[in-house]
């Protein structure tokens, strides 16, 4: 099978490349400005009407360059099951937010001990909706929240009394939300093909920078990468690295969840190892707050911890 990006997808790279390497206070409006953040809104509404793969290529841009920016939340898991399972009107109402105003979306799928569970225990009936939702990605910047619950999902303004943030805790107290037609599980399924991508573009990001390291970075005359510890690491990185790119592109093309579970697990099980072995061959300069390692480490922990540990990965596999 033939995985090698297409003309328009390459062309997305490239342009997301061009404009997160620019210095700039505000790349989120910047990836706004370039029309980034509409590929897979609908010709009508103003966008590409692009899909999954080029969505994809856009979060793996952000996260080979470790940028701070909603993406993950509003695009994977806004956006697309807005676009695929939202009435017209709702689409109206919902994708505008992003594409006009730059707004935040984010989607509440995990509940404490239960990582993006496909049967939730949070409900929804006739006195709102009720429960516990953890590790929600940018829960308190987000205009809306789509809500996995055991009867759909549901859209909710968190600005209504009934819904509580802190620090990715979102507490629904009888909230009141409109119901989109996708079930949880199909959130679900958008959250891992968001997440890895992510977490690919992170790998391949911390993998090119520390290449680049130990390519000029000198001990007794020569450069890092001639010392066979150290060119044996690399090894191994490009390999976790190539091999969770090529899971992640599988799982984007198919959303079939024997392949989206595979990839999950290649995230939680290589993708901080690998980058800790990046951070490890930087020495003392991975340490410092002005260098960017940082913030791949920071990005790979808490991409592993979205998608619940390597444990829980592995034990998604088994049940399938």
């Known amino acids: 099978m033939d995985f090698e990006l297409d003309d328009t997808q390459r062309e997305i790279a490239r342009l997301a490349a061009d404009v997160l390497g620019r210095e700039s206070d505000t790349p989120w409006k910047a990836l706004g400005e370039a029309g980034l953040l509409s590929l897979a809104v609908p010709e009508r509404l103003g966008g590409d009407g692009l899909g999954v793969l080029e969505t994809a290529v856009l ?38 937010l992003v594409t006009e105003q730059h707004a935040v979306l984010t989607a509440a799928l995990s509940e404490p001990s239960a990582p993006l569970p496909a049967t939730p225990s949070t409900t929804a009936g006739p006195d709102g909706i ?14 809306r929240i789509l809500v996995s619950t055991d009867s759909g999902v549901f859209v909710v303004d968190p600005a209504q009394p009934g819904v509580s943030t802190q620090d990715g805790t979102v507490r629904f107290e009888g909230a009141r939300g409109e ?10 399924r958008f959250a891992l093909a968001g997440a890895c991508a992510v977490a690919d573009g992170v790998l391949a990001g911390a993998l090119d920078l520390t290449v680049r390291h130990v390519g000029t970075r000198h001990q007794f005359g020569k450069p890092l990468a001639t010392f066979q510890a150290a060119a044996s690491q690399v090894a191994d990185v490009y390999i976790a690295s190539r091999t969770l790119h ?63 540990g390597v444990e829980h990965r592995l034990g998604a596999i088994d049940v399938h």
Request: proline share 6%; net charge negative.
């Open 59 to 96: 979060l793996t841009e952000v996260g080979r360059r470790a940028a701070d920016v909603p993406a993950l939340a509003t695009l994977a898991l806004g956006v697309l099951p807005i676009v695929q399972h939202g009435t017209p009107e709702q689409q109206d109402a919902l994708l505008p």
């Open 130 to 143: 009720t429960g516990v939702k953890i590790n929600v990605p940018h829960a308190g910047e987000a205009r």
């Open 179 to 188: 119901e989109l037609k996708g079930s949880a599980a199909d959130l679900r």
């Open 246 to 308: 090529l899971a992640t592109l599988a799982a984007c093309w198919s959303l079939d969840d024997n392949d989206l579970d595979t990839a999950a697990y290649w995230l939680a099980a290589e993708a901080l190892p690998a980058v800790h072995t990046c951070h490890h061959l930087h020495g003392g300069l991975g340490l410092d707050i002005t260098y960017p390692m940082h913030r791949y480490y920071g990005m790979a922990k808490e991409l592993t911890r979205f998608v619940g």
